[in-house]
């Protein structure tokens, strides 16, 4: 692996980082290589009858921030239209988007990151639903960083703020480069007055590798989207130093959280698959929308029951403020690019146009079938 990442430095010193770091990448590099042996038709029909629809995610580890697609398996929601759901789980964005890009998958669920980095390089991809409009999140330290910087959970927001660039020779884990616990953890770099060079920014391709980096002291922090920094705080002692969805990063409430993703040639041969898809995950976003304690319990027994409930009620409660629409707009994707958030901010909202990238046909006919407004 390379000791530099753009204008970033790594930091790769230690024997146990490193095996974090190592392993992670060995197999998110030979994930899609695997996945691309074996490539079917979009929509092939299984013996039981069902059309096969394969959904990659870029985590391995279950995270709220998937509960719509989770929810309209659960409920038999893609059941109703006819579908059998397989669940490609790769390590990290890049990877998630290699394998739909590759065959392995029909469609990605993730942040619109490497979407919109592809997209700009020529790849035929359309952003057809959104999971999530925004990405709740939480930057997350150690309690050792916290002394050093002189701050609690409960300090004012200001010192909060500023906080990172007080921990010196600060070292951050994020999933992957170009992913949204990337852009989060430069955002707050910036926003403390820090450059990237003044950090070490840590590819570790798990959220749950972040968590065993920091607790071995392997760095100082996370961003991590629910359950990952309500973890981090039970499990860890872990300091909850920002938190994107009440504004704490600067810029970050405004980005475009979980989108579908498909292929455009997917889409023209098997239209009728991704309109089946699409009408159970939004008749689950309707559900999570109308009746989220009712989801909550669902999820919780099938998904997260593992989960301490003091965990399972905080991640929760941080994922309903963004359930509230399907619709992706040229705005939010927009905010990633003029936030320099993408090819290093080489692709800006000046010489790529997001609206060709969204198709919000299918999930609109979806909602207006369900008689639903999203707000």
Same mark, same amino acid.
């Given at each position: *692996?390379?000791?530099?990442?753009?204008?970033?430095?790594?930091?790769? %010193?230690?024997?146990?980082? /490193?095996?974090?770091?190592?392993?992670?990448?060995?197999?998110?590099?030979?994930?899609?290589?695997?996945?691309?042996?074996?490539?079917?038709?979009?929509?092939?029909?299984?013996?039981?009858?069902?059309?096969?629809?394969? @959904?990659?995610?870029? %985590?391995?580890?279950?995270?709220?921030?998937?509960?719509?697609?989770?929810?309209? &398996?659960?409920? $038999?929601?893609?059941?109703?239209?006819?579908?059998?759901?397989?669940?490609? /789980?790769?390590?990290?964005?890049?990877?998630?988007?290699?394998?739909?890009?590759?065959?392995?998958?029909?469609?990605?669920?993730?942040?619109?990151?490497?979407?919109?980095?592809?997209?700009?390089?020529?790849?035929?991809?359309?952003?057809? *639903?959104?999971?999530?409009?925004? *990405?709740?999140?939480?930057?997350? @330290?150690?309690?050792?960083?916290?002394?050093?910087?002189?701050?609690?959970?409960?300090?004012?927001?200001?010192?909060?703020?500023?906080?990172? $660039?007080?921990?010196?020779?600060?070292?951050?884990? @994020?999933?992957?480069?170009?992913?949204?616990?990337?852009?989060?953890?430069? =955002?707050?770099?910036?926003?403390? $007055? =820090?450059?990237?060079?003044?950090?070490?920014? !840590? #590819?570790?391709?798990?959220?749950?590798?972040?968590?065993?980096?920091?607790?071995?002291?392997? @760095?100082?922090?996370?961003?991590?989207?629910?359950?990952?920094?309500?973890?981090?705080?039970?499990?860890?002692?872990? !300091?909850?130093?920002?938190?994107?969805?009440? $504004?704490?990063? &600067?810029?970050?409430?405004?980005?475009?959280? *979980?989108?579908?993703? !498909?292929?455009?040639?997917?889409?023209? %041969?098997?239209?009728? /698959?991704? &309109?089946?898809? +699409?009408?159970?995950?939004?008749?689950?976003?309707? +559900?999570?929308?109308?009746? #989220?304690?009712?989801?909550?319990?669902?999820?919780?027994?099938?998904?997260?029951?593992?989960?301490?409930?003091?965990?399972?009620?905080?991640?929760?409660?941080?994922?309903? #403020? %963004?359930?509230?629409? #399907?619709?992706?707009?040229?705005?939010?994707?927009?905010?990633?690019?003029?936030?320099? /958030? !993408?090819?290093?901010?080489?692709?800006?909202?000046?010489?790529?146009?997001?609206?060709?990238?969204?198709? =919000?046909? =299918?999930?609109?006919?979806?909602?207006?079938?369900?008689?639903?407004?999203?707000?």
């Amino acid at each position: *692996m390379s000791n530099t990442l753009g204008n970033k430095r790594i930091g790769t %010193s230690r024997r146990n980082f /490193l095996r974090l770091a190592g392993a992670g990448a060995a197999v998110a590099a030979a994930a899609p290589l695997l996945a691309a042996c074996s490539t079917p038709e979009p929509g092939a029909v299984g013996a039981n009858g069902l059309r096969k629809y394969r @959904i990659v995610l870029p %985590s391995k580890d279950p995270l709220v921030v998937f509960s719509v697609s989770y929810l309209a &398996e659960d409920k $038999g929601f893609y059941k109703d239209e006819g579908l059998e759901i397989e669940r490609v /789980l790769l390590l990290g964005g890049p990877a998630a988007l290699t394998g739909l890009l590759s065959g392995a998958a029909d469609a990605l669920i993730a942040t619109p990151g490497e979407t919109l980095s592809a997209a700009a390089k020529g790849q035929d991809l359309t952003v057809v *639903m959104g999971h999530t409009n925004s *990405m709740p999140s939480t930057f997350v @330290i150690s309690q050792s960083a916290a002394d050093r910087a002189g701050v609690r959970a409960d300090s004012p927001l200001e010192q909060r703020k500023m906080a990172l $660039g007080r921990i010196d020779n600060a070292r951050f884990g @994020i999933t992957s480069p170009g992913s949204q616990t990337d852009a989060f953890t430069r =955002m707050a770099i910036a926003q403390a $007055g =820090m450059s990237n060079s003044d950090a070490r920014i !840590v #590819p570790l391709q798990t959220v749950s590798n972040c968590l065993a980096a920091l607790q071995n002291g392997d @760095i100082d922090g996370y961003v991590g989207v629910p359950p990952a920094g309500e973890q981090a705080a039970e499990q860890a002692g872990a !300091v909850v130093l920002l938190t994107a969805q009440a $504004g704490d990063i &600067e810029g970050a409430q405004s980005l475009q959280g *979980m989108t579908s993703v !498909v292929k455009q040639r997917d889409l023209a %041969s098997q239209k009728d /698959l991704y &309109e089946a898809a +699409l009408r159970a995950e939004t008749k689950a976003m309707k +559900l999570l929308n109308d009746n #989220p304690d009712e989801a909550g319990a669902l999820l919780r027994e099938t998904r997260f029951g593992t989960l301490a409930e003091s965990v399972w009620t905080a991640a929760w409660g941080s994922l309903a #403020p %963004s359930l509230t629409s #399907p619709i992706v707009t040229p705005v939010s994707l927009n905010a990633w690019l003029d936030n320099g /958030l !993408v090819d290093g901010g080489s692709v800006t909202s000046q010489n790529f146009s997001t609206a060709d990238l969204i198709d =919000m046909g =299918m999930v609109e006919a979806a909602t207006n079938s369900l008689g639903w407004t999203p707000n």
